[in-house]
């Protein structure tokens, strides 16, 4: 089955830069590849996904790329506030029915 | 808007015990599913549902069954809890499966003791 590997465990940066999350898959045809937020002590919710027919796309300050060839898939983060601070989770879906998750990258703003 | 509910929000159970976690949508999905949350293992799938009446096993069954008697309801049922199993645990559901939004409940924390 699908494994995705989520490479930074936590990644702090400051106030108005940008933050980057990495992320790789294995299954060549995963297709759908969504990122959620967890904030603390909360649940998660959906912040936005990209699909395989694209290579890009952006949602006001959030940009999500993906590389098809290298299996691997990131999100970026521009100009962070505080309320950026979370857990970001990235996953793909290899079939109609499921999604996997990687182990979550937590994401410190610093002021 | 899209709601799941689970319950209980927290529970503390006894090795060997039996517990039962409940969960409600009223998003209409046909699509439902467990995950349990463990700091280091992230996010990992238990059992799903695409149906009334049955259930699929996710990468990690073992020690869980699960429940689907109508579209609204999934219930993930620990026969015999043991102590790895204490967790959080979330309900989400998706109107396309894998392939749409996933929409999460706010979580049960278990605690087995």
């Known amino acids: 089955g699908e494994k995705v590997e989520q490479h930074e465990s936590t990644l702090s940066v400051r106030e108005g830069d940008s933050a980057v999350i990495n992320c790789t898959y294995t299954?060549?045809?995963?297709?759908?590849f969504p990122w959620y937020k967890q904030e603390a002590g909360k649940s998660l919710h959906f912040v936005i996904d990209?699909?395989?027919?694209?290579d890009r796309k952006q949602s006001q300050r959030l940009i999500v790329l993906l590389d098809k060839k290298a299996k691997r898939f990131s999100l970026h983060i521009t100009a962070t506030q505080p309320e950026d601070s979370a857990i970001y989770f990235c996953a793909a879906s290899d079939g109609a029915d499921r999604l996997t998750f990687g182990k979550g990258t937590q994401l410190i703003i610093q002021p | 808007e899209a709601a799941v509910t689970q319950s209980p929000r927290s529970k503390v159970a006894v090795t060997g015990g039996k517990v039962t976690l409940s969960c409600h949508q009223t998003?209409?999905?046909?699509?439902m599913y467990w995950y349990r949350q463990d700091t280091g293992h992230g996010l990992r799938l238990i059992h799903y549902?695409?149906?009334?009446?049955?259930?699929e096993k996710g990468d990690i069954p073992d020690g869980y069954k699960a429940s689907r008697p109508s579209q609204e309801n999934f219930s993930l049922i620990l026969e015999l809890a043991s102590l790895s199993q204490t967790a959080v645990y979330f309900c989400a559901s998706s109107g396309l499966g894998g392939q749409n939004t996933l929409y999460f409940g706010a979580g049960t924390r278990l605690s087995v003791l």
């Open positions: 998003n209409n999905h046909d699509y």
């Open positions: 549902s695409y149906v009334a009446d049955s259930t």
């Open positions: 299954d060549t045809a995963s297709s759908y």
């Open positions: 990209i699909r395989s027919n694209v």
